[in-house]
């Protein structure tokens, strides 16, 4: 394994995300050098999503730069089986 770590640090700074939707939990994976990125569970209108986030720090605060939403775990094999296909090509 690398030596980047998957953090859960929940004494961090609050997540920059606003309502409706509502933080479940989350793994921060990297943070540093004006970027975060994490993998958040959220609820909306009563339905749980999985959502992979990267804000950029600004001035004013955190500022979202990419979301990508996982609603159901069919859609994750689909996505997980996809990425393991290539992902041997990386170094």
Known sequence: MSDEKIINEHQEEKLPIAPPLKVLDYRTISRGFGWW???????????????MYLWQKSDNGWKRKQKYTIHSQERWHLISEAVETLIGELQ
Do not use: D, I, P, T
């Not at 990125?37 to 959502?51: C, P, T």
């Open 37 to 51: 990125s994490a993998v958040v569970l959220v609820e909306s209108w009563g339905n749980k999503r999985l959502s």
